[in-house]
């Protein structure tokens, strides 16, 4: 069974700072990691999809990049804003081996706060 | 072009009761997704409709289901309701089938169980 870890849980930083946030998963059979954010009591708002033969995403301030081999996938903010301050999801699509489809496994989440 | 809607926003039922939640898709898009959130198990799949087809279920009990209609607006229903049901619904719709694709998600229905 897919398991998808993120540390920290939460992570305070002075803005301006660049940062990075870990994901980690059990099974390297994916078909792609996805980098989602989420902000209080709303939905989730996807930031970056990587396929699974990718290496790296960008978009605007933000990089992602997947290690499928060792499980690992980490998401760069650079210069960071208060506006960035949200619970940022990491998700991996794999298949179930019981169920026979695709399963989206998320992690629990990293709740970020960055301090003006 | 609008977004994910999802109705209600709120709700609150007691146990036993059974309750539907319902989501439109972006114009276009014809996969739904469906997920829990709750506090202690993160977000969790439910299952996956395409062209009116459950395509796709996660892990939960038969007391979850769900249809699409022909305009891929998607309903689900929970029946039997335990306090355990209380989380936030999220749906998702995507242009192709599977979830491999981008989602796009809505802003939930919060359901508390009395």
């Known amino acids: 069974k897919q398991e998808v870890t993120q540390i920290p849980a939460a992570l305070s930083v002075p803005e301006g700072e660049n940062l990075v946030l870990n994901c980690s998963f059990t099974d390297s059979a994916i078909y792609n990691l996805q980098w989602f954010r989420q902000d209080p009591g709303k939905g989730l708002t996807s930031l970056l999809l990587?396929?699974?033969?990718?290496r790296e995403q960008t978009s605007g301030r933000l990089n992602a990049s997947l290690d499928k081999s060792s499980g690992r996938s980490t998401l760069y903010i650079a210069a960071s804003q208060p506006g960035d301050s949200a619970t940022y999801l990491c998700a991996v699509t794999g298949r179930d081996s019981g169920a026979g489809s695709y399963q989206l496994t998320f992690g629990k989440g990293t709740k970020l706060s960055v301090i003006p | 072009k609008a977004g994910v809607t999802q109705t209600p926003r709120y709700l609150i039922k007691t146990r036993g009761q059974q309750v539907t939640l319902s989501c439109s898709p972006i114009?276009?898009?014809?996969?739904v997704s469906w997920y829990q959130q709750t506090p202690g198990q993160g977000l969790q799949f439910l299952f996956e409709y395409f062209s009116e087809t459950q395509r796709n279920k996660g892990n939960f009990p038969g007391r979850f289901s769900g249809r699409q209609f022909s305009n891929s607006r998607s309903e689900m229903n929970v029946s039997t309701l335990e306090l355990g049901d209380s989380a936030l619904y999220l749906c998702?719709?995507?242009?192709?089938?599977?979830?491999?694709?981008?989602?796009?998600f809505g802003p939930g229905t919060r359901l508390t169980v009395l």
């Open positions: 998702a719709s995507s242009s192709t089938a599977g979830v491999a694709d981008t989602q796009y």
């Open positions: 114009s276009g898009h014809r996969s």
């Open positions: 990587i396929q699974s033969s990718q």
